[in-house]
């Protein structure tokens, strides 16, 4: 393996950010024999506890390692956080990976993104736990980054932010869910009608299965809209949602399958007011998609193989 | 353990609520003296300074020393302009300072002082700002600061639970 030329060389005593650890200082530049392979190692002491990293020149660049940041970065990003800020992402999912690729590798206007991004969502409703961490760490990299740049001390460079972001005499302003919405919301509630015929489509019931226990399903169907109410929760809790989706959309896609368990279970036909919504939804998208008109058709010869197979 | 050290005068009966009142907020003992102002930290205090040159008293490696003086701290220029000092920390390390300038009396304006000390205290257990209004950690020149409950949201108290818990004394 040769080593190809990073774009910026590190000597010794250099300050480098690594990123998500912090400000390193690199103390030695040395080749190690590794598995038989030659390869130049920088290594680099954190400054915060003297933790030692060692990183093979050619990982450099791909690691996102950068030299710090410069006296001029840091005064645009004072600019930017004074800014009047930009919408917060109300989808966390979308906002968790942005925030992770800011931290990564967006450098410290990423980290100062992060920061600002989670600040004025937090004047919407308090953060998650996962989310208030990473506000935390992000703070923690832009003031030890800021401190080193500048040579000042950390509570400075804290102070220095904050004053920035929360003027003296001023109390953070309170913000509206009207404030961070979307115009794209309808689209978003398209694309989930079609995702609903899609599973509608596809599933298929064996024959002994159709009569399951529609109480299981109701109570599916329920924290399918309790999860829908919590758009903040963690990714394991949205995950009921879809398997809620998943097991229901048959009852769409599989008119003859409902119709006997409502014959047999008169109850068990109360609960599925849950599934009024997607129903309804998919419906509307039916009559103005025809392409997802001819999915319908295919799903609904779905019961016909069955109650043939059903005879043989 | 805390250590409360006073460089002006005080009522030792306000100084030992403001102990206790520590000792409930970091659940670490907290003992209080005096030393003498050091010179040449000028008036407005200079708060830099003053942490750089004054006596310390510890008996552990990880003693937190929190000076608590009377007079104004001067203002610091900042990249970002001009920030209000009400207290001034050595992040992560040993020592911060406190002053109880605008607070007439100590009995009054305890809640004030101990919301600071324990702003102050906890940036030396790496605690950042908080973005919780009712949080000791909120940034202290915002104007419901001062009549705030000297408390901690949950997640800075414990993180400080979790850095007091890993200390090696």
């Known amino acids: 393996m040769t080593d190809s030329a990073p774009e910026f060389s590190l000597a010794v005593g250099d300050r480098v950010v690594y990123p998500n650890q912090g400000v390193c200082r690199v103390f030695n530049v040395d080749t190690h024999e590794v598995a038989g392979q030659k390869l130049t190692f920088v290594s680099m002491r954190r400054e915060e506890d003297g933790a030692v990293v060692m990183v093979p020149t050619t990982k450099v660049q791909s690691i996102g390692l950068r030299k710090l940041a410069s006296h001029d970065q840091v005064a645009k990003l004072f600019t930017f956080l004074s800014s009047d800020s930009d919408k917060a992402d109300l989808d966390w999912k979308q906002r968790a990976r942005t925030n992770v690729d800011r931290m990564t590798q967006g450098g410290i206007h990423g980290l100062a993104e992060v920061v600002k991004g989670l600040q004025v969502l937090s004047e919407l409703r308090p953060l998650p736990t996962k989310e208030r961490e990473l506000y935390d760490n992000a703070r923690h990299l832009l003031v030890s980054e800021i401190a080193a740049s500048l040579s000042i001390s950390e509570c400075d460079a804290e102070d220095a932010i904050d004053f920035v972001l929360s003027p003296p005499g001023k109390e953070r302003p309170k913000r509206t869910a009207e404030e961070f919405k979307q115009p794209s919301a309808a689209d978003e509630g398209l694309e989930l009608g079609s995702d609903l015929e899609a599973l509608g489509g596809e599933l298929e019931l064996p024959p002994d299965e159709e009569a399951e226990p529609a109480e299981a399903e109701s109570a599916e169907g329920e924290e399918a809209v309790e999860a829908e109410a919590e758009e903040e929760e963690t990714p394991s809790a949205r995950r009921p949602k879809k398997a809620g989706a998943k097991k229901g959309a048959p009852a769409n896609g599989h008119p003859g399958a409902k119709r006997e368990r409502a014959k047999s279970k008169p109850k068990a036909a109360e609960p599925s007011k849950a599934k009024a919504e997607p129903k309804a939804r998919a419906a509307k998208l039916s009559a103005a998609k025809p392409d997802v008109k001819s999915k319908r058709k295919h799903s609904a010869s779905r019961p016909a193989k069955a109650t043939a197979r059903r005879k043989k | ?169």
């Open chain 2, 1 to 169: 353990m805390i250590r409360l050290l006073t460089l002006d005068d005080y009522d030792p009966k306000q100084i030992e609520k403001l102990c206790n009142a520590l000792y409930t907020a970091f659940g670490v003992g907290c003992e209080s003296a005096k030393v003498p102002m050091p010179s040449g930290v000028g008036d407005p205090v200079d708060a830099r300074k003053l942490l750089d040159q004054v006596q310390t008293v510890r008996a552990y490696a990880d003693d937190k020393l929190l000076y608590l003086l009377h007079k104004r701290l001067k203002d610091r220029e900042l990249p970002s302009g001009t920030v209000p000092t009400h207290g001034y920390a050595w992040y992560g390390k040993d020592r911060a300072v406190v002053t109880t300038h605008g607070v007439k009396n100590l009995e009054e304006g305890l809640k004030r002082v101990t919301r600071s000390a324990m702003h102050q205290l906890g940036h030396l257990w790496d605690l950042h700002h908080c973005l919780d209004p009712r949080c000791s950690m909120y940034p202290p020149w915002t104007p419901s600061f001062a009549n705030g409950e000297p408390i901690f949201c949950t997640f800075d108290r414990e993180k400080s639970e979790q850095k007091i818990r890993l200390a090696k004394s």
